[in-house]
């Protein structure tokens, strides 16, 4: 009679493991952005903003602005985006981490919800919701995405 010997798990199994609970701990993603899955939400395109809707786009930085710490902390900064419109961008960075370094001429891609102000709109909600109620959204700079 043979005796079988218990299997083994994987060093790269282990591994693996490890990497996704820290990906789950840190809130920023490293993967490129070509691999990521994001869950099923009805977003619009920059050139159909509606009111309260959730929109996706991309933009130019055109200006930093200080960061608003009154209650909730955000990052705020200007885009413009291809047609030439200006976004006001509000990164709630006690959610999410903060775009380092950031500078005017980066590129940014982003995932929130639009509502209209005076000077155009505001997209905030680039995070992901700790409740779950809400879909989430998310920047991208450089290669990294930060919900």
């Known amino acids: ?8 798990v994987p060093y790269a199994t282990v591994i693996a493991l490890i990497v996704v609970v820290v990906y789950y701990l840190t ?31 991309s933009g130019v930085v055109d200006r930093i602005l200080e960061d608003d710490n009154d209650g909730r902390r955000h990052q705020r900064f200007i885009l413009r985006l291809a047609d030439g419109r200006t976004l006001l961008i509000a990164h709630n960075i006690d959610l999410a981490a903060r775009i380092e370094p950031l500078q005017p001429g980066d ?7 639009f509502e209209t102000n005076p ?20 920047l991208e700079h450089e290669g990294k995405r930060y919900r």
Do not use: C, N, Y
Not at 1 to 8: A, D, I, L
Not at 107 to 113: E, L, S
Not at 120 to 138: A, I, L, N, Q, Y
């Open 27 to 57: 809130g920023t993603d490293s993967r490129p952005l070509s691999s990521m899955q994001e869950p099923a939400v009805a977003v619009l395109p920059a050139d159909r903003f509606i009111d309260g809707a959730m929109v996706e786009s």
């Open 107 to 113: 590129i940014v891609g982003f995932r929130g919800q």
């Open 1 to 8: 009679m043979t005796r079988r010997s218990k299997p083994r």
């Open 119 to 138: 000077r155009g709109g505001v997209v905030h909600w680039t995070h992901h919701d700790p409740r779950g109620e809400h879909p989430g959204g998310w």
